[in-house]
T-cell receptor, first 113, second 115 residues
């Protein structure tokens, strides 16, 4: 059974700092890994999707890496802003045709002005 | 890009009533849709897998008679919470997978509050 762990559970940084969020998974037979943002009381916003054959994806100030063999992914946020404050979730999609995704518990990020 | 919508985004109901949540793939056909549930301060958990034209497959611990899933077309799946109780209050999110593809696209979610 796939297990997804996100560390740290919470993170508070001053504005302007670069930061890294971590995601680890136990079964490396994945199809893809996706990073989401969830604001309080709102739904999920997809940030970056990395296919199993890829090593990283970039979008603006965000960079996500994937090391499938070691079961790890990182989300790098450059020059953090207060608007980045949210909960960040990673989800791993199974490598079979079942297509099920397993989510981590998330990292709650607070960026202080 | 592929877009998945959910309706309603918020619903408040009285205990004992039934609530229907719709999940639509707006610009693609989805043979498979997934329903997830997220309780406060917990991660999303898969409830069931919905395949167009066939019965849904429920995860262990999810009551199929309480959470009715219908996937009658390639663009619509519905989740009906029957006789809702306060403990069913949660965030319900669906995802859809396009025919012939593997990637899932997630809807924005529906928040249910049962009084």
């Amino acid at each position: 059974k796939q297990e997804v762990t996100q560390i740290p559970a919470a993170l508070s940084v001053p504005e302007g700092e670069n930061l890294v969020l971590n995601c680890s998974f136990t079964d490396s037979a994945i199809y893809n890994l996706q990073w989401f943002r969830q604001d309080p009381g709102k739904g999920l916003t997809s940030l970056l999707l990395i296919q199993s054959s890829q090593r990283e994806q970039t979008s603006g100030r965000l960079n996500a890496s994937l090391d499938k063999s070691s079961g790890r992914s990182t989300l790098y946020i450059a020059a953090s802003q207060p608007g980045d404050s949210a909960t960040y979730l990673c989800a791993v999609e199974e490598g079979t045709n079942a297509g099920k995704s397993t989510f981590g518990d998330g990292t709650t990020l607070t960026v202080k002005p | 890009g592929a877009v998945v919508s959910q309706h309603p985004s918020w619903v408040i109901c009285k205990s004992g009533t039934s609530v229907k949540i719709e999940c639509r793939s707006l610009d693609f056909q989805a043979t498979t849709m997934f329903w997830y549930r997220q309780f406060p301060k917990q991660s999303l958990m898969l409830m069931a897998t919905s395949n167009e034209g066939s019965k849904a497959t429920y995860e262990q611990g999810v009551e199929k008679d309480k959470f009715l899933i219908n996937h009658a077309s390639l663009t619509l799946s519905t989740l009906t919470v029957t006789s809702a109780h306060p403990e069913d209050s949660s965030f319900y999110i669906c995802s859809a997978r396009a025919s012939g593809q593997e990637t899932q696209y997630f809807g924005p979610g529906t928040r249910l509050l049962v009084l």
